[in-house]
């Protein structure tokens, strides 16, 4: 006993005999909801006493509640004649019949997204564009993975004049992006990345230097190649240096790439009775691409390529840079002096608003995904 006939300890005892109940309870309510519920308030009160050493030995608490509940599946079908394939079908698929967007959404969720991919390689995302950021070897790995595929394919490349062009034109945009493949062309794209941060690209997949890859690649599997596009005369003269380079190459046919509306429909025969598997298009930007989405279907060729200016390169009606302007990434400069009515507005006025584009279009996707501040 102490002074003043208090018992050693009393001030650890509570002082009310409802005060432990009234502790767990507060407790609890600083719990998580789902916690909250697992255990009783009584029951967590009788756990507390026990461990003081009073009261009756805890009781066992009730295991939590399942958050959901186990899918439920229906009775095995049987087909007459067939009961070895009968399966056990759940409720859920069911379920996805009156819903097909849940239906999708779980076929993303569950890997079947590779299934409907395009392509396997990691891209760069610029303007709403995906953009390959591969080598030139798995470049070409991915295009003839795409040619043994049963519907047709479109190979883009795109610099920085193409993917300006998709800020303004809606139908070439959702063409570019449904495109197969879409491969980087140019100094301009690549500085594009670096606004956006991602990683660079290891190599500058042109036109000029793929296509030539891939017309080697055609000339190995024996894949027929048509060429149409540029003046008349020059698909044929490109086509003898093709072939020249490449003697297993088989060109199917070569028709100039200036051609009336009422000659459409024979020009498409004329790719079709060839029986073309490549179909080399140089028609420029956008023309070529949007010619290739609407037609190559009909023309029957597996896989379709924009070239662009290739065409007059390979037939020499327009030299290319020096190699040592290629390796410092001046091309553009070169082909602006040979060209410059219609080249300067784009290299000098266009590049600069397309990267201010790009910029423009990061900074509205960060401030988007920040989360808003607390009121």
Known sequence: MEAGGRQRGAHLLPRHPRQPLRQARQALRRLPAHLAEVVPVRARHREEVCETGRGLP??????????????????????????????????????????????????????????????RLPTITILDIPIVRATEAEAMEEIRRLTEQPEPALVIYVNAHTLELTTRDPAYRQTVQEAAIVMNDGIGVSMAAKIVGKESFPANLNGTDLTPLILKLAAERGWRVFLLGAQPGVAEKAAAKFVSQNPTLVISGTNSGYFKAEELEGVIQKIREARTDVLIVGMGNPVQEQWLARHQAQTGAKLGVGVGAFLDFSAGVFPRAPLWMQKMKIEWLYRMTREPKRLWKRYLIEAPVFLAHVALDVWKKKRRAKPASPQ
């Open 58 to 119: 805890a009781p066992q608490l009730r295991p939590p509640r399942l958050l959901h509940a186990p899918e439920r599946r229906l009775p095995p079908l049987h087909v007459p004649g067939h009961e070895d394939r009968h399966a056990h079908v759940p409720l859920r698929a069911r379920h996805d019949r009156r819903h097909p967007r849940r239906c999708a959404a779980r076929a993303v969720c569950s890997g079947r997204e590779k299934e409907i991919m395009k392509h």
